[in-house]
């Protein structure tokens, strides 16, 4: 069965800061790797997905991602946070495919610091 | 990108009666559907698969007679709470698949309160 686990619920870190969410995943076959934002009760908004190619992966609002194989690793990073990055993370893990189900992680909830 | 919308975004209803959620593809043809729900700083748990023209899929532990759901065409899904409870009080989520790949467009979200 496939799984996804964030290991970090909740992470502060100061404005201007670099950040890096943990999300390991088990998987039988190739995975499909997404990472979503979430802010206060508003819907999912993709950030970055990988399948294949380039395993450091870049998305939208600064944020890129590195797949790492040997450490059944999808761990997203950004540089330097800005206030409105404030929201819940969620990695999510599935088979390449149409219509086929994600299996999402717990989520991390990011806080910034001014 | 993919729109997709859901309606209303949210809903207070009284124990016992029936609330129903609209999930629409705006802007593309969605042959899956998928329903979700979300508790409180919680993760999003996957409730049933919808495609086209199909019975919904449940996953283990979700009750289909109390969460019904229709996928009548390919750009509206349907999920009607039926006599639904506090307990029903939740987040529930809605994503759509366009067929390319099984990237999974999602909806703002509706937020059932029942009293």
């Known amino acids: 069965a496939q799984s996804v686990t964030q290991p970090d619920i909740h992470i502060t870190v100061s404005e201007g800061a670099s950040l890096e969410l943990r999300c390991n995943y088990s998987?039988?076959?190739?995975?499909?790797l997404f990472w979503y934002v979430q802010s206060p009760g508003q819907g999912l908004q993709l950030l970055l997905k990988?399948?294949?190619?380039?395993?450091l992966v870049q998305g939208i609002k600064g944020f890129e991602a590195e797949f790492k194989r040997s450490q059944s690793s999808f761990n997203l990073r950004k540089p330097s946070v800005h206030w409105s990055d404030a929201a819940e993370y969620f990695c999510a893990v599935g088979p390449f495919g149409a219509g086929n189900m994600l299996t999402f992680g717990g989520g991390t909830r990011l806080m910034v610091k001014p | 990108g993919a729109v997709v919308s859901q309606h209303p975004s949210w809903v207070i209803c009284k124990s016992g009666t029936s609330v129903k959620i609209e999930c629409r593809s705006l802007?593309?043809?969605?042959?899956?559907m998928f329903w979700y729900r979300q508790f409180p700083k919680q993760s999003l748990m996957l409730m049933a698969t919808s495609n086209e023209g199909s019975k919904a899929t449940y996953e283990q532990g979700v009750e289909k007679d109390k969460f019904l759901i229709n996928h009548a065409s390919l750009t509206l899904s349907t999920l009607t709470v039926t006599s639904a409870h506090p307990e029903d009080s939740s987040f529930y989520i809605c994503?759509?698949?366009?067929?390319?790949?099984?990237?999974?467009?999602f909806g703002p979200g509706t937020r059932l309160t029942v009293l």
């Open positions: 998987y039988g076959a190739t995975p499909y």
């Open positions: 990988y399948f294949s190619g380039d395993t």
């Open positions: 994503s759509a698949t366009s067929g390319n790949d099984n990237e999974q467009f």
């Open positions: 802007d593309f043809q969605a042959t899956t």
